[in-house]
């Protein structure tokens, strides 16, 4: 534990902000120039380094806001200023890569983490914070504290070698993601979608759903599942034998409470959706097993969700 510096991994968009020669720039991950959504943070950056960190919005009460708010500011080329004012972005920073022409990427982490915390000191405090490091002394303590952080916007740990450079991409080895353990419900599978590829054969596609308290299945979600070739065709053998409806390539699967199929669904977090018709759409589901032991009548309700939301 001693060679490791602990850190939470929160739920924004990492990106890297720039400044030099008067040029103040925002990427994402992927190397896109996202400067026009987020003016208030650019126009910000009155430094001259990069830094790497987390982009997120402010709450209203000072902390975090859900990842849903920051949704609300992506992929736009212009923001007004209403989503400014209601949404206001700031910067959570992990790393310092450059500072005044020097690069440091090549510096340990500890010595990084040094550089950044005077850096960020010097910034203004309302569009840029620091990431705090997790103190533990052992191993068990830092899989408590994944499994009970501080603030639902967090969506685990991060580990770092206290020797490492600073390495683009996705480094694996002196760096390490502790994610939490994913919340998991049981769903109704609804309707069923040819897939893709070497799935085109098959219905492998799932939107699936849950009770409301007036008795109706509502869907709160949509994903594939990696099964093996036997339950694939399968799954594929009960879509084709208890469609009651077809539109185009996807097919209407009959869903009572004493017949149908039931999903175990593993999903990361919620958002509120207007687009679907239960009010919440899942992040990152996946089909963890096929539950051929239970009866749909025996799937989550609507209300469990509901409950997970405002715990976030």
């Known amino acids: 534990p001693a060679d490791y510096l602990a850190e939470w991994k929160w739920d924004g968009v990492r990106v890297q902000a720039s400044a030099e020669s008067?040029?103040?720039?925002l990427y994402s991950r992927s190397g896109e120039d996202i400067s026009a959504a987020f003016p208030d943070l650019v126009?910000?950056?009155?430094?001259?380094?990069?830094?790497?960190?987390?982009?997120?919005?402010?709450?209203?009460?000072?902390?975090?806001?859900?990842?849903?708010?920051?949704?609300?500011?992506?992929?736009?080329?212009?923001?007004?200023?209403?989503?400014?004012?209601?949404?206001?972005?700031?910067?959570?920073?992990?790393?310092l890569l450059f500072a005044g022409g020097r690069d440091l990427r090549g510096e340990t982490l500890a010595a990084r983490r040094g550089a950044l915390e005077d850096f960020v000191a010097r910034l203004d405090p309302a569009r840029f914070d620091l990431s705090p490091l997790v103190a533990f002394a052992?191993?068990?303590?830092?899989?408590?504290?994944?499994?009970?952080?501080?603030?639902?916007?967090?969506?685990?740990?991060?580990?770092?070698?206290?020797d490492s450079a600073y390495l683009p991409g996705r480094p694996k080895g002196p760096w390490l993601k502790w994610k939490r353990d994913p919340h998991v419900i049981d769903a109704v599978l609804l309707y069923a979608q040819r897939g893709h590829g070497k799935r085109s054969g098959y219905y492998s596609d799932y939107t699936f759903g849950v009770w409301t308290e007036a008795g109706e299945l509502v869907p709160v979600g949509k994903a594939y599942?990696?099964?093996?070739?036997?339950e694939l065709a399968e799954i594929d053998r009960y879509v084709r034998g208890n469609t009651t409806e077809r539109f185009g390539p996807v097919r209407a699967v009959r869903a009572e409470p004493g017949h149908g199929l039931v999903l175990e669904v593993a999903f990361e977090g919620l958002n509120r959706s207007t687009r679907h018709k239960s009010g919440v759409a899942m992040r990152f589901p996946r089909i963890s097993r096929l539950r051929w032991d239970k009866t749909p009548a025996e799937a989550d309700r609507l209300e469990t969700l509901e409950a997970m939301l405002a715990s976030e």
Request: charged residues 30%; proline residues 7%; without cysteine.
């Open 22 to 25: 008067g040029t103040r720039r």
């Open 43 to 95: 126009e910000a950056l009155d430094f001259d380094g990069t830094l790497d960190g987390e982009l997120l919005v402010r709450h209203p009460s000072g902390g975090t806001a859900p990842f849903a708010d920051l949704q609300q500011r992506l992929n736009r080329k212009t923001v007004t200023a209403a989503q400014r004012a209601r949404y206001p972005a700031f910067l959570r920073a992990y790393d």
């Open 138 to 162: 052992a191993w068990e303590e830092l899989d408590a504290l994944r499994s009970a952080p501080p603030d639902p916007v967090i969506e685990g740990l991060m580990l770092k070698h206290r």
């Open 225 to 230: 599942f990696g099964f093996t070739d036997a």
